[in-house]
């Protein structure tokens, strides 16, 4: 099927879906495309009468007759509800409709009127519980106004709106007597006061008789009394007007003539006040013909002068302008040399540093290098000690000290003697105890100073003893034999 036109009726709206559209379009008229559906929905309102069964706060039961007229609010998001949810039949199937001149207007509504009917009931029903009989006769109104906000909060979200609610005469239920109780006892008490009004109206007939003929005659001669003083009233009134009117007749006559005279006064003064605008006119017609003539020769030469002037003005604006642009070239050619020679500087200088910071941490990394083999040739060599000796036989710091110590005694003569004093045993005196006791003192020293300083000696000189120090009996024999006893010398 092709492409086709749709026009709604004034009270109806179309419901287009399909291809294009997310989920319904509501308008007014539109063009339908292939697989798009259109179907128009009607926003007249419907009546629906209803008679709801309800019990008040007091266990009375009652039935309750009303008639609402509801209908789709006129607005196109209430129209989209209605459209969504109420159109068609109740189980989905599209809604049997009925032919116009112009297309199909969709027709069911039954079980919107069994929806909005159950809204209607449940919310009655919970409004009348928490009522009694007697606030349901005496807030009718109020009632009324609950019933239709309740019911139009919940229509609401249907796109449904009440437009009219008639809340009927309230009426007995099944088994129930109550209002016809109440209508006999009104009926009996109506019909008694009656008979009363009755008696009450006839007595009050006889004697309001009585009083009205009693009036009638006391206003009769006060109407006589009343009509002899008006009379005499009137004719004062007559002289009064009559003098009155004469007066007003001079004081007419005498602001007529006062009329007069002032319009008289009045031609003359707007003659000559036209006289006078006329000779205004024609000085002033003179003024502007001499000012213009002076005028234009003073325009002329003043704009000559302001011609020149611009020239003058033109020529130096250009010379300054070349002037500045003359300038700016030169500032810019400095300015270029000075960036120029500023960028080959700070190149070199960064080139430099580069140079410096390569050369150093060459160094560093050479430095690292030699610290760990250092390090692990220390390991191989028994600890720092070991090490320190290997570098000292490695670099000849032996034989350096030892060349030193030579040139410090090169050309020195000493004379050594040596004497003892004592008693050297059973073959005389000892020649070579002193050198004895100088080298048994040795070993202790030597056992001293590794404590001290974690440096052995070679161990080419001699042996150490195992605990760094020599035996008793050595000591008592180097104490005996050396020259802390005094008894031995060398010089």
Do not use: C
């Amino acid at each position: 099927m092709g492409m086709s036109y749709h026009v709604a009726e004034p009270n109806s709206y179309l419901v287009i879906t399909g291809a294009g559209i997310s989920d319904v379009d509501i308008k007014k008229k539109a063009w339908v495309w292939p697989m798009q559906k259109v179907t128009k929905i009607s926003i007249t309102p419907f009546d629906f009468s209803m008679t709801l069964s309800a019990m008040t706060i007091e266990k009375l039961k009652f039935s309750l007759p009303a008639v609402f007229t509801i209908g789709p609010q006129d607005h196109l998001d209430s129209l989209r509800r209605y459209a969504i949810l109420l159109t068609g039949d109740s189980d989905g199937s599209p809604a049997v409709s009925k032919s116009s001149k112009h297309g199909m207007v969709g027709t069911g509504r039954n079980h919107v009127q069994d929806i909005v009917k159950g809204i209607i009931e449940g919310e009655t029903r919970s409004i009348v519980s928490t009522m009694s009989m007697e606030e349901l006769f005496r807030e009718r109104t109020i009632f009324k106004k609950k019933v239709i906000d309740s019911v139009q909060s919940e229509l609401e979200q249907f796109g449904l709106q009440i437009y009219n609610a008639n809340v009927k005469e309230l009426q007995d239920g099944a088994n129930s007597e109550y209002f016809a109780t109440l209508s006999r006892k009104a009926h009996e008490g109506a019909l008694n006061q009656a008979k009363i009004d009755v008696a009450d109206a006839r007595a009050r007939g006889e004697i309001g008789e009585a009083e009205k003929q009693s009036r009638a005659k006391q206003e009769i001669a006060k109407i006589y009394a009343n009509t002899a003083v008006l009379e005499t009233q009137r004719k004062g009134e007559k002289a009064v007007a009559d003098a009155a009117l004469k007066t007003k007749e001079i004081g007419i006559e005498r602001e007529l003539n006062l009329e007069r005279i002032m319009a008289s006064r009045a031609a003359e003064t707007k003659d000559a006040q036209l006289q006078k605008e006329v000779e205004t006119q024609r000085a002033d017609m003179e003024l502007e013909r001499l000012r213009a003539t002076t005028v234009v020769a003073a325009k002329i030469a003043r704009e000559s002068a302001e011609q020149k002037a611009m020239a003058d003005l033109f020529n130096q604006q250009k010379k300054a302008d070349a002037e500045k642009y003359h300038l700016t070239a030169k500032a810019d050619a400095e300015k270029y040399t000075v960036t120029a020679q500023a960028d080959a500087t700070k190149y070199e200088k960064q080139m430099e540093a580069e140079a410096n910071f390569v050369s150093r941490k060459a160094d560093a990394d050479g430095i690292s290098e030699m610290a760990k083999a250092y390090g692990e040739l220390a390991a191989v060599m028994g600890g720092p000690a070991g090490l320190m000796q290997y570098l000292m036989i490695k670099e000849g710091v032996f034989e350096k000290l030892a060349l030193a110590n030579a040139k410090a005694v090169q050309g020195m003569a000493p004379k050594i003697s040596v004497w003892n004093t004592g008693n050297g045993g059973e073959g005389g005196a000892d020649p070579t105890a002193t050198m004895r006791n100088l080298f048994q003192n040795l070993p202790p020293l030597l056992g001293t100073i590794q404590d001290q300083t974690g440096m052995k000696p070679p161990n080419w000189m001699m042996q150490m003893p195992q605990d760094g120090q020599v035996s008793g009996s050595e000591a008592d024999a180097a104490r005996k034999k050396g020259l802390s006893n005094g008894t031995n010398g060398v010089r």
